[in-house]
């Protein structure tokens, strides 16, 4: 059973563990969960995302899973997807020329690569992950608990913050360190309020770069969340956060020698599930156009065994 101790003091930063105290859900969902705060998402919660569905229009918010995606190496073994074919017109069976033929394929790939959801095994710092799991449970054979499998599908009312729009700008500056007010600002113009359950995309307009063919830039300075935001999607009991940028948070970091400190709060202190390189261009020119931020979200992760992250391809029904 989880070792369900007080937070104490990581010693990293006095502001870091301030909030690691204020936002800790562990034992929350009991001493063995393992969904975290996906467990926001109820039944009531589907069923008023399924009642946003007006005219049918579908939106995929996921990456063409190709080698030009967006990994450039900096972490060993995330690569971009590799392609490969393993039959092309191979005859199956029997020697007749015209006989049924078959073309099958192959691809290796970083499953944090593209479009994807962390686990909850992710992350660990202090000798902790989330809701007080050793972190010997993960090894090279892979999460034997906290794997991504646990998240089962992931069907929610998606909310869409445009920060870019809100903030009169095609796409924030690198390395802004989004806080409260951004977001109630996004939340404002949208018209809508983050409620428990929700799933909640964040667009910066970072994407921009990665489609112009700028890997480079849209890798190496983001807006993103700060550690200022983590207080507000716990107050909001928010099930799931999403940016449209390679860190998620903004980077460089905004604290000196505490690297991701946003990832550790949301993962391994609430248990927040985590999702990064959302295409949301195409969604905002559609929210924009309808005045909907609202809509049903559709976003199962792959469901590997005992893996740390999974592609996703999530789908917005307007």
């Known amino acids: 059973m989880p070792d369900l101790q007080p937070v104490g003091d990581s010693g990293l930063n006095e502001r870091f563990d301030q909030l690691a105290k204020a936002v800790n859900n ?7 969960d393992q969904h975290g705060t996906l467990n926001f998402i109820t039944d009531d919660v589907v069923r008023r995302a399924a009642a946003l569905v007006r005219d049918g229009k579908v939106i995929s918010l996921a990456l063409p899973r190709s080698e030009d995606g967006p990994q450039l190496g900096f972490v060993r073994g995330r690569s971009n997807p590799e ?7 191979e005859l199956m069976g029997g020697d ?38 050793d972190p010997a449970e993960v090894d090279e ?29 095609d796409r924030l500056e690198g390395g802004l360190a989004l806080t409260r007010a951004h977001l109630e600002t996004a939340e404002e113009m949208a018209g809508v309020r983050v409620e428990a359950g929700d799933i909640v995309l964040l667009r910066t307009g970072q994407m921009q770069l990665l489609q112009a063919g700028d890997k480079l830039g849209y ?4 807006a993103g969340p700060s550690m200022e935001t983590v207080e507000w999607f716990h107050e909001r009991s928010v099930a799931a956060v999403a940016t449209d940028n390679l860190s998620f948070e903004v980077y460089p970091g905004e604290v000196d020698g505490l690297a991701l400190p946003v990832h550790m709060l949301h993962i391994v202190e609430m ?15 559609a929210c924009a156009a309808d ?21 996703v391809v999530p789908v917005v029904i307007k």
Do not use: K
Not at 83 to 89: F, G, K, L, T
């Open 83 to 89: 392609h490969r074919m393993i039959a092309v017109h």
């Open 26 to 32: 562990w034992g929350r969902w009991g001493p063995d």
């Open 219 to 222: 890798a190496i300075s983001t």
């Open 141 to 169: 054979a892979g999460a034997h608990r906290l794997g991504v499998e646990n998240y089962g599908p992931l069907v929610s009312r998606g909310v869409l913050l445009d920060l870019a729009r809100a903030a009169a700008v």
């Open 96 to 133: 007749d020329v015209d006989g049924v033929r078959f073309n099958d394929d192959a691809v290796s790939m970083g499953l944090q690569a593209a479009t994807h959801w962390d686990g909850l095994s992710h992350v660990s710092y202090a000798g902790r992950m989330w809701n007080g799991v």
């Open 271 to 285: 248990g927040l599930v985590q999702g990064q390189n959302f295409d949301l261009e195409t969604l905002a020119a």
């Open 291 to 311: 005045g909907r931020y609202e809509f049903l979200l559709v976003a199962a992760p792959e469901p590997f065994r005992a893996a740390c992250g999974a592609p």
